[in-house]
């Protein structure tokens, strides 16, 4: 297939609209099920080239749950404990292969932003995994393959319209990239910066010691922010983002942005959420919705209209600010990757509520030496890579 006529654009008047090889081969890739849209197809490209990296960096298989051309999650598959089953919605969690808890850390690490996501799996999916995918609104996914009963699994979502891609993993792009804008053509060499220990090695901080899962949390980060609309930054802890911030214009808003789903990730693991008791009849984006609300302030006013009687078996007590943020101070050992440099330390300042340890950055700079002094105040561990990741 040589091109794939699509429905529309970005939006139902963009017409006409496909996608094609300029060069006139053939498309790297087949639709297995559905009729993916434009959005889809970006997300799915857009998406398997950071699976694809994430396992060549770590080994281990990997995930993403995109929307909106950027990572709402991306996680590599290690195993799951009993706290983040619960709070994936993950049932057998030792029944899972690698695979399939790569997809429930990325789908559930931040749940409100996943909700009608495109998936990317670097590996085959299984029936572990798809069994998973079954639950979860989603609009498609792509990956290098797909076992019978996987595919069996896939085709019953959306009442048979489910979008399932195959991509070939031998297929290679060219070294330079086109897009056209207002009608004028850029052209720019792709992004093939490869991220590994050499590029982590510049350690500016007096703390120095960066143990091996926090290197592989940096890899994780700065990967992720390759795919990430700039400017962002990325929170990560365990092989998983747990918060991502994209698309700001200031930094700091970046910061803050992720840092707020950083917290919510640590929050839902409290006694509070995980003894939350709900009605059977609610769904689990209305469970998500519910337990956002619970942790926000405006929990007050669902209890003063009686809304939380629709949703809740038992009224539940306030999540007050202060226990909240006695939770989060538990909060630690997390990495934070920022895809340009930090130009002021309130980012680290920011950092530092929601645990985290280590840093990558570019560095660059003309306050560097401040961010320094910040990280060294906390005893923080900061890489400077030398090299920016802005992605639009």
Known sequence: MKELELKYGCNPNQ??????MADGSELPITVLNGKPGYINFLDAFNGWQLVKELKEATGLPAATS????SPAGAAVGL?????????????????????????????????????????ALSDICDKET????????????????????????????????????????DYCPAPLEH????????????????????????IVTENKEIPEDALRDMKIALITLKYTQSNSVCYVKGGQAIGIGAGQQSRVHCTRLAGQKADNWLLRQSPNVLNLQFVETISRPERDNAIDVYIGDEYMDVLADGTWEKIFKVK??????????????????VTLGSDAFFPF??????????????????GGSVRDDLVIECCNKYQMVMAFTGIRLFHH
């Open 345 to 362: 330390a309130d980012n680290i300042e920011r950092a530092k509520k929601s645990g985290v340890k280590y840093v990558a950055q570019p």
């Open 66 to 69: 995109f929307k909106h051309v």
């Open 130 to 169: 798809a069994g998973l995918i079954r639950h979860e609104v989603s609009d498609g996914v792509i990956a290098p393959g797909y076992t019978d009963e996987a595919l069996s699994i896939l085709k019953e979502k959306k009442k048979g319209n489910y979008n399932v891609i195959q991509i070939d993993t």
């Open 179 to 202: 897009k056209e804008v207002y009608g004028i053509t850029f052209e720019q060499g792709r992004q093939e910066l490869p991220i590994d220990d050499k590029l982590l090695s510049n």
């Open 79 to 119: 195993p799951l404990d009993d706290t983040m089953a619960a709070i994936y919605w993950v049932e057998n969690k030792d029944e899972l292969t690698p695979l399939a808890c790569a997809y429930a850390r990325a789908r559930g690490a931040d749940r409100m932003s996943s909700f009608g996501d495109f998936i």
């Open 15 to 20: 017409k006409p609209s496909k996608i094609y």
């Open 316 to 333: 539940p007590e306030v999540f007050t600010r202060e226990e909240k943020r006695a939770w989060l101070d538990q909060m630690n050992g």
